[in-house]
């Protein structure tokens, strides 16, 4: 059985891709330091499995830990590397905080030995895009300068891994996947998003604010140039986000497959807010409690994937629609209410 490390493995797209993995017939050995994750996720994800994970709470920025924890984990043949701060206002306001954690624990495992030769699959995001000039957004499109330094660790990221594999001495394949949004929870609804705090995404907020624990939520500008008037988003069942990790590899393993690629994580359909608040009344009976309010600084008015290349060349495409993500979210959000973690 391939051993796959999965660092940040506790989080809301780790955990689900741990599922994924095991499903699949690889061993994932997980890796968090849980400063954004539960551990309580691990039993939630013992209840789904019917066995415990393997385990290690570890800050990927200590070098020395990250060279113990390889000498008692050698024969690893894949990391899916998740583990990385992810708040854009924050990194904002902390910069070094988010160059310091995101690039040194990159680096820390790419300057590490292996025993074998590694598959690499790295968390990016559309991020890079920025607004991107043409829609549906191609992985051709230009990079443009980053809004945030969040969106910069991502976009130099990419670059390092490429310059590592361009270095030629490299004993690693690489595929950055980079996701659209996801959202959404496990069928179980034993796993789902933890936010931290008042939640800056969207659809925590609207589950949150239909169990009680926010009064309203405010859309965030109706005056775009979208039909709505609302913002465009590629939103993306974290199950079928998990699945695309397993296709990743999967692809990796084959002999023809060299060097680095990229892919589009997406639907390769636009939903607007105004839809995502539709579909949660919709496919939960629910009402929801919504206010119209000013933009957010910084937001993209519209993105949406093209996903021919991951169709195509990774052979993975997503299977759930906006409705069942929105009816895992609520059932996630009632379960956690129910049972606080
Ligand atoms: C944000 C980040 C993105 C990051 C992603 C990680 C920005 C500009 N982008 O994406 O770089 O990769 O999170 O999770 O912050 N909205 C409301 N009301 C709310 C919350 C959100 O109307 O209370 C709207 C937003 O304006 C946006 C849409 O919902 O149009 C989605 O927002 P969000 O879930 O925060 O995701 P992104 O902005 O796409």
């Known amino acids: 059985m391939a051993k796959i490390l999965v660092t940040g493995g506790l989080g809301f797209i780790g955990s689900h ?3 994924e993995l095991i499903n699949a017939g690889y061993e994932p050995v997980i890796v968090d330091d849980l400063s954004n994750s539960n551990v309580k996720i691990l039993d939630q994800l013992t209840k789904i499995l019917g066995r415990k994970p393997i ?17 008692a984990e050698p024969d690893i043949d894949g990391i899916i590397h998740f583990a990385a701060f992810k708040a854009v206002g924050e990194s904002v306001e902390f910069p070094l ?16 030995y292996y025993s074998k030769p590694v598959n690499f699959v790295f968390s990016s995001s559309c991020t890079v895009y920025g607004q991107p000039d043409q829609l549906p957004v191609t992985e051709n499109a230009s990079v443009k300068p980053a809004e945030s330094p969040y969106g910069n660790t991502k976009q130099i990221a990419e670059e390092i891994l490429k310059d590592m594999i361009a270095s030629g001495g490299s004993r690693y394949k690489v595929i950055a996947l980079r996701y659209f949004n996801p959202v959404g929870a496990h069928e179980s609804a034993l796993i789902g998003e933890l936010p931290v705090g008042v939640p800056q995404n969207l659809v925590p907020f609207v589950t949150q604010t239909a169990i009680g624990k926010r009064e309203k939520i405010t859309v965030f500008g109706n005056d775009y140039h979208t039909p709505d008037g609302s913002c465009i ?26 060097g680095y690629d990229v892919f589009n994580i997406g639907t390769g359909k636009g939903t607007s807010v105004l839809e995502i608040i539709d579909a949660f009344e919709r496919s939960t009976g629910e009402k929801l409690n919504f206010v119209i309010g000013p933009r957010r600084p910084g937001d993209v008015e519209q993105v949406w994937g093209d996903v021919t290349k ?10 759930l629609d906006i409705d069942t993500m929105m009816a895992s979210a609520w059932a996630w959000e009632k379960y956690i209410a129910n049972n606080p973690l």
């Open 17 to 19: 891709t741990v599922v």
């Open 55 to 71: 385990f290690h709470q570890l800050d990927l920025c200590d070098e020395a830990g990250v060279k113990q924890l390889l000498s």
């Open 97 to 112: 905080k988010y160059y310091r954690n995101n690039f040194y624990s990159l680096i820390n495992l790419l300057n590490t």
């Open 233 to 258: 988003r590629d939103y993306i069942h974290v199950v079928d986000l998990a699945k695309a990790h397993v296709a990743a590899l999967k692809l990796m393993e084959q002999e023809s497959f060299t």
């Open 310 to 319: 991951s169709t195509n060349v990774l052979g993975w495409k997503t299977e």
